[in-house]
């Protein structure tokens, strides 16, 4: 059974930077991956996610600019730099992946199979 776990969560001040990172025991047949997070009280939402294949990334509109999804295949991992993180970027942080993707998914729950338990991150003012 292909497993995902995350690392990398913690607590910030407002402005401070953290690097999540997701190992992938099935990663070599994946066709996606991505970064979703929730925050108490609200639903799970895709904050970024990327095709294996050929690197290319798309990412929620809060984000963008601050944060970059990226691979390394040697090391069946996916990673999440967070810059300039803000309050509201407090939240579980869980990883997905899934053989089989359509762009129009990529950013939604219903798009991956696999799921990893999640890292928190926590970012005061």
């Known amino acids: 059974q292909e497993q995902l776990v995350e690392s990398g969560g913690g607590s910030v001040q407002a402005g401070g930077s953290l690097r999540l990172s997701c190992v992938d025991s099935?990663?070599?047949?994946?066709?996606?991956m991505a970064w979703f997070r929730q925050a108490p009280g609200k639903e799970r939402e895709g904050v970024a996610a990327i095709y294996t294949s050929n690197g290319r990334a798309l990412y929620v509109d809060s984000v963008k600019g601050r944060f970059t999804i990226s691979l390394d295949s040697a090391k069946n991992t996916a990673y999440l730099q967070m810059n300039n993180l803000k309050p509201e970027d407090t939240a579980m942080y869980s990883c997905?992946?899934?053989?089989?993707?359509?762009?129009?998914?990529?950013?939604?729950?219903?798009?991956?199979?696999?799921w990893g338990q999640g890292t928190q991150v926590t970012v005061s003012s």
């Open positions: 997905a992946a899934s053989w089989y993707c359509l762009e129009a998914d990529m950013l939604s729950n219903g798009g991956y199979s696999d």
């Open positions: 099935g990663y070599t047949h994946r066709a996606c």
